[in-house]
């Protein structure tokens, strides 16, 4: 079946830090891969994805590549700031309609 | 324009009450999506509705009950909830085709009493 597997939380990292949040998945054929952040009291806002193996997704200055070869889609950032606190969900979608949630990662930044 | 809106924010009721949630977006989506969350889980997925026809149920109990009135709407009606059915109810909705982004509403926080 379909699954995904974030490395647990909670990640306290201070200001400028490098980020790094693991995700692997397990799924048949080719799934889509996202990753998904909620800030405090929020819904789910997406953060980036990609479609097919070596494809990388960026916004806001996070990145991640999807490694089919290690079924992989880490969560990747150079310099966090505070206002990146949040949980961080990944996410793979195999083309059934529905979304396979990592459990995801809560992260905390300190000043 | 990619917003999914929600209402109510906040939801308290009692476990005789009868309320709804509502959803709605006006980017053509043409599935939409309820989830379920609770805290510091990920979203579980309740219902979805696509065509405005509900296409997935995940053998969520009958006193969730939705409907999709026409492809820019989408409500939860509740009826006898149980205390645990306190969490985040998000909508979300995408274009429908197989692996489209979903995009996420704000979410109706409900505490049943």
């Known amino acids: 079946g379909n699954s995904v597997t974030q490395m647990e939380g909670p990640v306290t990292l201070s200001e400028e830090a490098f980020l790094t949040i693991n995700c692997t998945y397990t799924?048949?054929?080719?799934?889509?891969l996202f990753w998904y952040v909620q800030y405090p009291g929020e819904g789910l806002q997406l953060l980036l994805k990609a479609t097919k193996a070596d494809d990388k997704g960026s916004n806001k200055g996070f990145e991640a590549t999807y490694r089919k070869e290690t079924t992989s889609f880490h969560l990747e950032k150079g310099s966090v700031q505070v206002s990146d606190s949040a949980v961080y969900f990944c996410?793979?979608?195999?083309?059934?309609?529905?979304?396979?949630f990592g459990q995801g990662t809560e992260l905390s930044v300190k000043p | 324009d990619t917003e999914v809106t929600q209402t109510p924010k906040h939801l308290v009721m009692g476990m005789t009450n009868k309320k709804s949630l509502k959803c709605e977006q006006h980017?053509?989506?043409?599935?939409m999506y309820w989830y379920k969350q609770k805290a510091k889980k990920p979203p579980e997925l309740m219902f979805v509705y696509s065509y405005e026809k509900l296409s997935i149920n995940e053998s969520v109990p009958s006193r969730f009950s939705p409907e999709c009135p026409n492809s820019s709407l989408l409500n939860l009606h509740l009826h006898a909830l149980q205390p645990e059915d306190s969490a985040l109810y998000l909508c979300a909705s995408n274009q429908g085709a197989p692996t489209d982004t979903q995009y996420f509403g704000p979410g109706t926080r409900l505490t049943v009493l």
């Open positions: 799924a048949t054929g080719y799934p889509s």
């Open positions: 980017m053509g989506h043409r599935a």
């Open positions: 996410a793979l979608d195999n083309q059934g309609g529905k979304l396979i």
